[in-house]
Structures are given as structure tokens and as C-alpha cells.
């Protein structure tokens, strides 16, 4: 909550070690502490207020005083814990200029400002709103210096570029009131991770003392009071922006957050790892580890609105048994005519509202990246589900689910021509009933407290109902031994446990689904086969139908002629080929099985470079694992803890799997 303090009250708060977020002084800047780190970050320039005794006078058109402001330096810093942001316009007093200097006596960049110079009783209002930022500002360094012995400022602003002929930096650090003897390791270290930003459309290039030297007065304030404080003034250039008309650029500013905010945790990190008490400090350490009141109102926002937007509930067809039966009896001749359950969300107001959610609250710029993904993912979910059983269905689900692509194909016909392996042959002799006590002795066993029970409605041997937390076995399944144990590791192991972990998280989107999650999911959870030493040929060899028929649904357009061409060219039984099809006709088109293959190669690939277990933080997906994995690492998330090591261990008796395995593209 955003309180209202004055400066005596903010610095009373700072000795004391509270947190709080705050305008101070009238509002004429903000303070926000979420925890004492040693790193401070500003944005002096940002503001564009001016009194309104001021304005009167003032000659300067809005757009005149906004270019020669830094508008949004405060969103790349908000990531941070400790950030001070100016409210007042630059042309009312510069906070980078001495206090006798911050007024403009009538002029500013060869342009007249006012229609008469300022009076002193004018002047004085505004040189005290300049002393008293700086009293907060030093009241803070003083108290991280003795927390932390050593604390880093990033004083941040922009800077106009289309008035300068030569090719200007994106970023430019200036260093010509630093101690390079001292900091200049510091220095080099921050324009290296500057230089590793990606911006859409756009060159980075980071330099130092190139356009700018950082003459600035706050370098200077702080130098001639503290000893061991480093700050690092940067100006970034207006890639953001139209610098004249003001226009914001959304996609530049988002990504250009997340990478500020990368650069400056690393470059702080990589300060304290060298001056501060510490020597194992990590970037994600000098970030908050709480969550605001605006991501968990968010976050509880949109899991009440889209908490039953479950696709499996909807596509799958609620007369299969009866519809398998006429199709069989009919040799195939005619295709089925699947029937589906209603969808009781309105989906115009359903996006409406999506859109509506306040992301732009979420300060963090990965965090709000996260929830930006997931909005879109799930409009794009709500065409899909509106489109069930019409012909725009197939193009909605290329859309959210994509298509196979040359490798995919090519490794689902390299796995089909694979020679029999001598005793991969195991028999299916298992019932349903059998399967549903071996899979809820397997549950007990694990500690996981769910319900295995008989389903005539799902088409998948087995499915985890996430919304009841139970694992449904088809009524019709036959299981081998070893599908058995492989089942249990995939529905148990993963499904349910991501389902139960994200149930105990504080953020519910985890339950909802992150963007991937189907891929990434499927294919942790057959990689857990493989751990289990009981992947065989034969689930490679499904895996590697599932591919096929959803490419060749995507050619013939036909059930009929796909049942039929699965049962002549690739051996499948009226039951196998039946099964198959359905699975890629339901809805009208349904293009997600040829993620479990293509899930499963890339978490092999992953495996081999990370660790898999943040994927069980509920249903995540590779895409924002970078940012679950910090959330784990701030303590914003509950770590999860696997049943069992998500590592595969190579041994003879799977030579030739872990040969086929490796030859996935």
C-alpha cells in the first residue's frame, strides 16, 4: 500500500529497518523499500510534475518538457527492492545539479522556460524538496553501509539520440567521477551484461563515456559522503520511444526491463561478491523475496475467472463407447459423429475480462512477463474451445498446439523402422481393475493422497483429472507389466504430483497452466518412464503414431481414410488405429499429440544441462523456467521435491532404447 509520509517520518522508518512504499514530501518523490538490499536504484528525471504557481508561467508545451525528461527509467528499475524515483519535472528542479544550481533562472537548452524568472520564495519551495530527496537518499546509503559495509546505486536515465549525427550506444555508462582504480572492475562487469540485452528489431551496444561522461550531481553527492558506495550513473538510449512525439514502443520497454533487470542483478552480485561481507552472493539474492499484494491479487483474479477453462473436459467426446461401436461394426465406412458438453463461458466477455486484468501492476519484469504469457495463451485456449466440433477448430489448435515439422516426422519414422528388441515384447494381461489397485497402491506408497478410479469417458489408457485430483483408467485398457510401473512414474509421478505441488503454491496460475505446459509436462513425464529403466520400443513406437496420425489428419482431413491408412501402412489394429484416430479427429482436429515426442526429446536435451525438478512446481512449462526457477530460488514458490531422481542412468539392459533415445533430433 502506497502511504503518504513526510521526510522526517521516511528516514525515522529507514533507521529503523521497515520496510515501506511511499510518496514523501508532498508526493514529490517516491520511496519504495520492499527489503534492505545493498542496492539502491533511481530515477531523478522520470517526474513530470510541476507546482502549480509554476505552471502559470511556464512556457514550455507538454510534449517540449516531456522530451527532455527521462519518462519510464522508473519501469526498467521496478524489478528492485530499494528503488527512489522523482515525481517533479527536471524544469522545476534537477536533481543532478547542486541545489543552487537545480532551478533554471529563465532558460534551459537554449530555450526560454519561464515568462519571468522564478521569485526566491518559488526557488527556496523547490531547493527544499531537492535537499530533503537527498536527506532520504543519505539517511538509506547510511543504513546499508551498515548493514551491508559496501552498497551500488544505479542512477538510471535516457537520453535523446535523433539530434546526434554520430551512431550512438544503447546503453552509456559514465565513469568520470569513479574511482576506477577501485570500481573498475565493477564498471566493466555492468556494460559486459548491458552488451548481452536482445531487444526486438534492435542493435544493443553498450559503451562507456562515449556520449555521456556522468558529471551528474548525485555521483558527486554521494561521493563526497560515503566512502563505500559505488554509483554507476547509465543513460539509455530512447530505443523505446518516439523521442518527439512521445509514443511508447510496449514490446521494447517489456523486454528492455527484463533485461535491465538481469544486468543490474548480476553486476550487483558480482559488486557484493567482491566487496561485501559475503562471497557467495547470487543475483537473486538481492531481490525481494515476497510477493507483492498486486501479484497475488492478480494472480487470484485470474484463477477465478479461468480456473474451468479445461480443455481435455471439453474435447474429449461424451459418446465415444457408443460411436467406437458403430464405427466398428460398420468396418470403418462411415466416420463417427462425436458429440461434445457445452461450454458455459461466454468467451467475448471472457477475453474482455482477461484483457482487463491489471498486469501492468506487477513491478517485476519477469514475473509480469509470466502473466502476459499466460493471458495470451489462454485466449487463444478460449478460440479453441469455442471452435469445438466446427472446421475452424483444426486451424485454432495449429494455432495453440502448433504442427509437426520435418524432425518431428523424420524421428516418428526412424522409431516406427526400429527393429524389435528381444524381450521388449510384453503382453498386455493387465485389466483396468488390476491397474486401478497397482496404481493406488503405487500412490499410497508415494504419500500422494488422491483417488484412482474407472473412467468410460476419457480415450487415453490413463489421465490425471486435475480439477478432482484423481487418476482415471479407461474401463476398456489393458496393461503389460511394465506399462504397469511406466504409467505410475507418468500419471503419478508427474501429472498428479505437478497438480498437488501446484496446489500448494501461493500462486494459483500454477495450477491454471503456464504458456508450454502440455509439452513440457508430457515430456517430463515420459522422460520418468525412461528414469524408471521401463520405456520400451513399443511406447516409443506409440509416441511415434501419435505423430503420424496427427500429420496425416492434417493431409487426408478424412477419419475414415486416416483409421484405414494407420491399419495398412503402419500394422495397427481396428481397436489401435480406432483409438488413434479419435484421439486426433476429437474436436475436430486436434494436433497436441505430436508434443509428447517432441516434449520428450527436448526435456532428454534439457536433462543434460539442468536440473528438471522446477518443472514439478506445478504445471510449468521450459519456456518461463528461467523465472520459476528464481521464484524458487527468492522464495516465492515452494520447491518442489521429486518422488524420485529425474536423472536417467544408462546400464546395458537399455543399450539399445538409449541409442534410439540419442538419435532423436
Not at 547510511?142 to 554520430?166: C, P, T, W
Not at 548481452?196 to 558529471?215: S, Y
Not at 510496449?250 to 548480476?266: D, F, M, N, R
Request: net charge neutral; glycine share 4%; charged share 25%.
Amino acid at each position: 500500500m502506497m502511504l503518504t509520509l513526510t521526510e522526517k517520518e521516511c528516514i525515522a522508518l529507514i533507521n529503523k529497518g521497515e520496510c515501506f512504499h511511499a510518496e514523501v514530501n508532498s508526493g514529490s518523490y517516491i520511496v519504495k523499500i520492499d527489503e534492505y538490499s545493498p542496492v539502491v536504484c533511481t530515477a531523478i528525471h522520470n517526474g513530470h510534475r510541476l507546482r502549480d504557481d509554476l505552471n502559470k508561467s511556464f512556457l514550455l508545451t507538454k510534449p517540449e518538457r516531456f522530451y527532455e525528461e527521462d519518462p519510464y527509467t522508473d519501469e526498467l528499475l521496478s524489478s528492485f527492492p530499494i528503488v527512489l524515483v522523482g515525481n517533479d519535472s527536471r524544469f522545476e528542479y534537477d536533481l543532478n545539479r547542486p541545489k543552487a544550481l537545480s532551478t533554471y533562472f529563465k532558460t534551459a537548452w537554449n530555450k526560454q522556460v519561464w515568462q519571468k524568472p522564478l521569485t526566491p520564495k518559488q526557488r527556496s519551495e523547490s531547493h527544499a524538496k531537492h535537499q530533503s530527496f537527498y536527506n532520504v537518499l543519505a539517511a538509506l546509503i547510511a543504513k546499508l553501509e551498515q548493514q551491508f559495509k559496501n552498497s551500488i546505486v544505479f542512477d538510471m536515465h535516457s537520453y535523446n539520440h535523433q539530434r546526434i549525427e554520430a551512431d550512438t550506444p544503447t546503453f552509456n555508462i559514465g565513469t568520470s567521477q569513479i574511482d576506477i582504480e577501485r570500481w573498475g572492475a565493477t564498471c566493466h562487469h555492468f556494460e559486459k551484461q548491458l552488451n548481452q540485452i536482445e531487444l526486438p528489431n534492435l542493435v544493443v551496444r553498450a559503451a562507456t563515456d562515449e556520449v555521456f561522461q556522468g558529471r551528474g550531481y548525485l555521483i558527486a553527492h554521494v561521493n563526497a559522503h560515503f566512502d563505500n558506495t559505488l554509483v554507476l550513473p547509465v543513460e539509455v538510449k530512447k530505443v523505446f520511444m518516439d523521442e518527439t512525439t512521445g509514443e511508447l514502443y510496449p514490446l521494447v520497454l517489456e523486454e528492455l526491463k527484463a533485461g535491465v533487470k538481469q544486468a543490474i542483478s548480476e553486476t550487483a552480485a558480482y559488486f557484493m561478491r567482491r566487496f561485501g561481507q559475503r562471497k557467495s552472493v547470487r543475483n537473486v539474492d538481492l531481490l525481494s523475496s515476497t510477493l507483492s499484494p498486486e501479484i497475488l491479487s492478480l494472480d487470484k483474479s485470474l484463477f477465478k475467472l479461468a480456473n474451468n477453462v479445461a480443455t481435455l473436459k471439453y474435447i474429449n467426446p461424451i459418446n465415444i463407447a457408443s460411436e467406437r461401436k458403430k464405427f466398428l461394426a460398420k468396418k470403418g465406412a462411415v466416420a463417427p459423429e462425436f458429440n461434445y458438453r457445452q461450454l458455459n463461458i461466454n468467451p467475448y466477455q471472457f477475453r474482455e475480462q482477461l484483457y482487463k486484468l491489471p498486469v501492468e501492476n506487477v513491478m517485476d519484469a519477469d514475473i509480469q512477463q509470466l502473466y502476459r504469457h499466460v493471458i495470451d495463451n489462454l485466449a487463444t485456449k478460449i478460440d479453441l474451445l469455442c471452435s469445438i466440433g466446427t472446421d475452424d477448430f483444426v486451424y485454432n489448435s495449429l494455432k495453440y498446439y502448433g504442427q509437426p515439422d520435418k524432425d518431428d516426422i523424420a524421428n516418428a519414422e526412424f522409431l516406427l523402422r526400429a527393429p524389435a528388441i528381444v524381450g521388449d515384447d510384453d503382453v498386455a494381461i493387465y485389466d483396468a481393475d488390476h491397474a486401478v489397485k497397482s496404481f493406488q497402491t503405487q500412490a499410497d506408497e508415494w504419500g500422494l493422497k488422491c483417488k484412482v478410479e474407472k473412467s468410460s469417458r476419457i480415450v487415453a489408457k490413463a489421465m490425471v483429472d486435475n480439477e478432482k485430483g484423481s487418476l482415471l483408467i479407461n474401463k476398456d485398457a489393458m496393461f503389460s507389466a511394465k506399462e504397469l510401473i511406466a504409467f505410475a512414474y507418468h500419471e503419478l509421478g508427474v501429472h498428479m504430483l505437478t497438480t498437488m505441488n501446484a496446489r500448494r503454491q501461493p500462486l494459483r496460475v500454477l495450477s491454471l497452466g503456464l504458456v508450454g505446459n502440455t509439452h513440457t509436462q508430457e515430456g517430463v513425464a515420459i522422460y520418468s518412464e525412461y528414469c524408471s529403466g521401463n520405456l520400451t520400443l513399443n511406447r516409443l513406437k506409440v509416441l511415434a503414431l501419435r505423430v503420424v496420425a496427427v500429420n496425416l489428419m492434417l493431409e487426408q482431413r478424412d477419419f475414415s481414410m486416416t483409421f484405414q491408412t494407420l491399419m495398412r501402412q503402419y500394422a495397427q489394429t481396428t481397436e489401435q488405429a480406432f483409438t488413434l484416430t479419435t484421439r486426433v479427429y476429437r474436436g475436430g482436429g486436434f494436433t497436441k499429440d505430436f508434443l509428447y515426442l517432441k516434449g520428450f526429446r527436448d526435456i532428454v536435451n534439457l536433462s543434460k544441462i539442468t536440473s528438471l525438478d522446477n518443472l514439478l512446481v506445478g504445471k510449468a512449462g521450459i519456456l518461463d523456467l528461467p523465472i520459476v526457477s528464481e521464484m524458487v530460488d527468492r522464495n516465492m514458490l515452494e520447491k518442489p521435491l521429486p518422488l524420485f531422481a529425474l536423472k536417467h542412468c544408462q546400464s546395458a539392459d537399455s543399450a539399445v532404447i538409449d541409442y534410439l533415445v540419442s538419435a532423436i533430433r
